[in-house]
């Protein structure tokens, strides 16, 4: 069978037709990707919110029946208290800025003997790990700090560019799903935790542009590809 022309082929898979279509080396049309400069430095939320907000915030809403009880977020509440509304009963933040003025803790999660033993039904710690050098001392604490049934509800950046900002120079990580599953499995059971990967080569690239959530659709942020890992989410119980 003769090949179709490049240009049908192209038309073809933005109608959803050939969805194996890949243009020859030489033909690819980068287009307004032709920059070495980001579209946002922000992440996207200067251009309708941050596309990796959008796994974060779907896993938080699927575990929200978990964040109850005694509440540890870290940095401040708003998850919190968004997911967790009424079955809350006690709200605390953990800051590493002791001039923070809402926080009920300041301090480390790495070295963090001020946090109670035991205490915690639920820990909601999203986008955290990266800024913490002595990860596995934090996630110690996590299951210290967790009373016999409590959740650890987990995300980390999997692809993604750099903070430009304040947290710039504290940026030491990324991840994978394979290190988190063995970063969990060296402190929790490995039969009470849960890991999952969000995100796919379109999305990957539109994050790193700095693309807002707004810019893509359902259909785009849904497809999973396990080869291009943005956000990857756990959830980690500790044993009764």
């Given at each position: 069978m003769k090949r179709l022309p490049v240009f049908i082929q192209r038309r073809m898979y933005r109608w959803g037709f050939h969805p194996a279509f890949s243009p020859s080396p030489g033909t690819v049309k980068m287009g307004d990707f032709n920059r070495t400069r980001p579209f946002?430095?922000?992440f996207g939320f200067d251009r309708g919110g941050a596309v990796d907000r959008y796994y974060i915030e779907n896993f938080l809403a699927a575990q929200?029946?978990?964040i109850r009880g005694r509440v540890l977020e870290i940095g401040d509440n708003e998850y919190t208290l968004r997911f967790?509304?009424?079955a809350v009963t006690q709200s605390d933040i953990l800051h590493v800025d002791e001039k923070d003025t809402k926080a009920t803790f300041t301090g480390d999660?790495?070295?963090a003997p001020q946090l109670p033993d035991d205490s915690?039904?639920?820990?909601?710690?999203t986008q955290t790990l990266q800024f913490i050098y002595n990860h596995n001392d934090a996630l110690?604490?996590?299951?210290?700090?967790?009373?016999?049934?409590?959740s650890l509800l987990l995300t980390v950046p999997g692809i993604s560019h750099i903070d430009h900002g304040?947290?710039?120079?504290?940026?030491f990580w990324s991840?994978?799903?394979?290190?988190?599953?063995?970063?969990?499995?060296?402190?929790?059971?490995?039969?009470k935790i849960n890991v999952e990967i969000y995100g796919n080569v379109m999305v990957a690239a539109a994050f790193l542009y700095g693309m807002g959530r707004s810019e893509l659709s359902r259909t785009q942020l849904d497809h999973s590809d396990p080869n291009y890992q943005v956000i990857i989410t756990a959830t980690a119980i500790k044993p009764q």
């Open positions: 946002s430095t922000d929200s029946a978990r967790g509304a009424a999660l790495s070295n915690f039904d639920c820990i909601v710690l110690k604490t996590c299951f210290r700090i967790l009373k016999p049934g409590g304040e947290w710039n120079n504290l940026w991840f994978t799903r394979q290190s988190v599953r063995k970063l969990l499995g060296d402190i929790f059971s490995p039969d």
